[in-house]
């Protein structure tokens, strides 16, 4: 079967690969990648078509006698690229425009969470804000001011009193940073705890419960500076143990996927919980309708089940069907490597030394993310992460010490990478 896959990070890398290893897999076309699937064997290449171009990329599956499209960034998710594809009978994975407003709108999010009973923070919903400013006259308490819409994981700002708060509010609905995005506010309540990335692949109707993860979503070291799409995870972590990830199931996923059946959605896809690990219990900071990157990355180097087969079943609402996911037992870390200056501004283009040696460390793999390949065939950074570099070990420690050591080949000028990936489970 040929495959698309959509999107250009670690994550769309870390897909094709894992596709690419699937029996039944024959080509899988990435639109439109980056440098690493463009260099990651025969069955891989990448085609110049970009995300949101929906009339282009269904030209492509149908004169490409495509089988299956997955879609990795909640971009052309929101914008209804499930739906165009399905429209053409073509067979695409992932949640369609009205399922994927889980991620896109976090006012719909709050209001499922809230028909399921599902925890989360105690908040309000502004469309206005002045109102929103006039709430928290008698608050001078920690809060959370979250835009409603899609903000490339800029929109939230946590704070730790009334002025900030203020000051977030005025950049979202005066300053418009964030267009229409910000047309709705959310002001929720700051909750204290580990955070945790549990996803779950459901067709509508069956949960298939992934390994948990854990991200690291601020840029420096102790988890310091501002925040990011993320700088680094692995997988599993004992902040979820057996009993928790039950009770997430149970609690979080199974009522979630009643109240989109109630409010007559159909999720069909990759749900990905951000959860705080409260005191008390787990609460959902927000839903994603996509793998994470980097989550994506450690979560399939572990997994053995061929992803083809569980991408199929999801399509065709069989997943009751699946035998249990298998997975490999060892710890993945996977340390992101970005450009200089990320997460503000930074400059593109500077040749990428030791991908070879890299390649080298056994039990690691280098997924790529900002990066491009010249004609004279030299890789070069371009974009603010820029590889994602994945070990795995018999430990946690094992784990980080092989991210780490093909971390070490790698050199370009303003390479950094947080040197701490995975310690939050060594001190836990
Ligand atoms: P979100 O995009 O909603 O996941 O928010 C991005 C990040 O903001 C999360 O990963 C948390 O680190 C932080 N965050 C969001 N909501 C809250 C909250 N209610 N309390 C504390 N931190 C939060
Ligand atoms: N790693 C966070 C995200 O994918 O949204």
């Keep these: 079967m040929n495959i698309l896959i959509i999107g250009s990070g670690g994550r769309e890398h870390a897909l094709a690969w894992k596709l690419a290893r699937s029996p039944r897999a024959s080509r899988v076309f990435v639109a439109p990648g980056n440098a690493g699937t463009a260099t990651d064997g025969n069955d891989i290449e990448n085609v110049s078509i970009k995300e949101t171009d ?180 692995y997988s599993p972590t004992p902040i979820v143990d057996d009993a928790t990830l039950h009770w997430i199931e149970e609690h979080i996923f199974v009522p979630t996927l009643h109240a989109l059946k109630r409010s007559d959605v159909v999720f069909r896809g990759v749900l990905y919980a951000g959860l705080m690990l409260t005191k008390h219990e787990p609460k959902v900071l927000e839903y994603n309708a996509r793998f994470g990157d980097p989550e994506c990355q450690p979560l399939l180097m572990r997994l053995k089940t061929d992803l083809l087969d569980i991408f199929e079943a999801t399509i065709d609402g069989t997943l009751d069907q699946l035998s249990p996911l298998e997975w490999d037992s060892r710890t993945a870390v996977c340390v992101v490597m970005a450009s200089k200056g990320y997460p503000e501004s930074y400059e593109k283009g500077f040749p990428i030394r030791g991908l070879a040696e890299a390649a080298n460390i056994s039990d690691t793999k280098v997924f790529h993310a900002g990066t491009a390949i010249r004609e004279d065939g030299t890789i070069v950074s371009n974009g603010g992460r820029v590889l994602s570099v994945t070990g795995l070990g018999n430990s946690v420690s094992e784990a980080k010490l092989a991210a780490y050591t093909a971390v070490k080949c790698i050199r370009w000028d303003g390479a950094w990478c947080r040197k701490d990936i995975s310690d939050k489970a060594l001190s836990y």
């Design 54 to 233: 929906f009339p282009a990329l269904i030209k492509f599956a149908k004169d490409n006698k495509i089988g299956l499209t997955v879609v990795g960034p909640e971009v052309p998710l929101c914008a209804g690229i499930v739906d165009a594809f399905q429209a053409e009978q073509l067979r695409i994975f992932g949640p369609n425009k009205l399922a994927a407003r889980i991620e896109g709108s976090k006012v719909f999010c709050k209001e499922i969470l809230r028909k399921g009973s599902v925890p989360t923070a105690i908040h309000h919903t502004f469309t206005n804000g002045n109102d929103a400013i006039q709430f928290l006259k008698d608050r001078d308490i920690p809060i959370v001011v979250k835009a409603d819409g899609l903000a490339a994981g800029k929109g939230v700002f946590v704070c730790s009193d009334r002025s900030e708060s203020i000051d977030a509010i005025l950049r979202i609905t005066k300053s418009r940073e964030f267009g229409n995005a910000g047309d709705r506010i959310i002001l929720e309540e700051r909750l204290d705890g580990q955070e945790a990335s549990v996803l779950a692949i459901t067709d509508g109707a069956t949960i298939l419960t992934l390994q948990p993860a854990q991200d690291h979503k601020a840029a420096y070291d102790g988890d310091t500076g501002p925040n990011t799409g993320g700088m680094g995870a």
